[in-house]
């Protein structure tokens, strides 16, 4: 049996050892303002969390992020924070905003899980004994026998409201540390350090929820953009083998397999040099989805949305279309959102002619960087004049005369070449057909898509 924190220690017995002082009070008007704020400020369940990554992002933090969960407890550990104990307690105490962004960040987590929730929760920091532990009342300093090298930020979110019993349950842990999970997978997956969330890498741009690795789309390619815009810092996992802790079927990724488009899309991928921060960042994806014909499963044209995604201190703060309709073929924008107005949450964007540009000034970037980045990117494959043989469901594939149109093709319109590659590979004698139509599809995708940008 798991030994139990000190966090969970002092909720169940309200003492620990060493010498409890309650730190810190709330007036009659803020104890209610907070609530109110605690109530209604972010917009989505386990929005608290993806606060206090901002938070760690914010305080210009270089170390690893690591969130391991247990049946009681959700724990962040991470490198030191831009804020003291002192001024954790002092701000949590009062509505008003504190000139610090990241412990403002901080706050916004911490008032709906420890006001709204009634949860428990401990902060302590690297080379100090004293910790601050929210007891669901009051805010107590508490001395510890252990001194961290790490912030570590405990969330013990199975103490029920107003009391110290705890809501025993095996079921409810999972559940909750699933959600939360899916929670910080789709918001938090451009975090600007690497991020480990219960055991798994999630940092990474080809996570993105409609252009990322999925049953339905391919990362073809990452890319980057020179524009007068801001610059935001990458995820690093995104130049590093970071799998998706959403599983995909195995009948599925089978099938993919086949497809032809993950081989080319992880040589793609493999070329991308490391960089730490661009004004744009894209994805191009194709869209394909799985479908059973006669028995036997294939791949069927799929169509998905352009769009913007805006990042602020590593999280994601809004979604909108970089271009009308739906394509075969698709792009994801990476934009900063810094500076730009938002709600009270700061997790979502208010409408204004900034952001319009920007995304004005994105589409020119794109429509430029498409060319640049398909040369460097595909060049040497072309000019290799064949492709290996390889043998995919029983079938030996060569790449034939459709190397040489894609050759032709690249110089004209480089994305295009790329997919002409890949009908040399698919091309064979007897099931080429149909996995040459595909490329030609894709083709048209492509070339359709450039033309929207322009």
Not at 63 to 82: C, K, S, V, W, Y
Not at 192 to 219: C, F, K, M
Not at 304 to 309: D, K, L
Request: proline letters at 5%.
């Amino acid at each position: 049996m798991e030994r139990k924190s000190e966090l969970e220690q002092f909720l169940a017995s309200r003492s620990s050892e060493g010498q409890v002082e309650s730190h810190g009070q709330f007036t009659v008007g803020n104890g209610e303002a907070l609530r109110k704020i605690a109530e209604f400020q972010l917009p989505f369940t386990g929005a608290w969390a993806v606060k206090i990554i901002q938070s760690i992002v914010a305080s210009a933090s270089t170390h690893p992020i690591r969130i391991d969960f247990t049946l009681t407890e959700i724990r962040f550990h991470f490198g030191p924070a831009d804020y003291t104990l002192d001024e954790v307690s002092t701000a949590f105490h009062t509505p008003e905003p504190s000139p610090n962004r990241a412990l403002r960040h901080l706050l916004s987590g911490l008032w709906p899980v420890g006001l709204r929730e009634g949860w428990g929760f401990r902060v302590a920091f690297p080379g100090q004994k004293d910790t601050l532990i929210w007891d669901g009342a009051r805010m107590n300093r508490v001395g510890s026998q252990r001194v961290r090298d790490f912030t570590c930020i405990s969330i013990a979110p199975l103490r029920t409201k107003g009391g110290l019993s705890w809501v025993s349950g095996f079921s409810k842990s999972a559940s909750r540390n699933a959600d939360l999970l899916l929670v910080l997978s789709r918001y938090c997956y451009t975090c600007p350090l690497p991020l480990t969330v219960d055991g798994r890498r999630i940092d990474s741009l080809q996570r993105a929820e409609h252009h990322g690795w999925s049953n339905e789309t391919y990362p073809l390619t990452v890319g980057f953009a020179k524009a007068p815009l801001p610059e935001f810092s990458l995820p690093p996992g995104t130049f590093e083998r970071v799998t998706n802790p959403v599983q995909t079927h195995p009948k599925i990724s089978g099938l993919r397999d086949e497809s032809g488009w993950k081989q080319t899309a992880q040589r793609q991928l493999k070329k991308l040099t490391p960089q730490k921060s661009a004004a744009v960042a894209f994805i191009l994806s194709i869209n394909m989805k799985p479908v059973k014909i006669e028995g036997s499963q294939t791949w069927k044209e799929g169509f998905g949305p352009s769009a913007v995604y805006w990042i602020s201190d590593g999280a994601l703060v809004g979604y909108e279309p970089l271009i009308r309709g739906w394509s075969h073929c698709s792009l994801g924008c990476f934009l900063s959102a810094e500076g730009l107005e938002t709600d009270l949450s700061t997790l979502h964007l208010r409408e204004s002619s900034e952001r319009t540009e920007r995304i004005d000034l994105a589409r020119r970037a794109l429509f430029t960087a498409m060319d640049s980045v398909g040369q460097d990117g595909f060049k040497d494959l072309i000019t290799r004049g064949k492709l290996t043989q390889r043998v995919l469901g029983g079938a030996i594939l060569t790449s034939g005369g459709a190397l040489l149109a894609a050759g032709a093709l690249f110089w004209v319109f480089p994305y295009i070449g790329v997919f002409g590659l890949a009908a040399g590979g698919f091309t064979i004698s007897k099931a080429g057909s149909k996995q040459e139509a595909q490329v030609q599809s894709a083709q048209a995708g492509i070339k359709d898509l450039c033309a929207r940008l322009s």
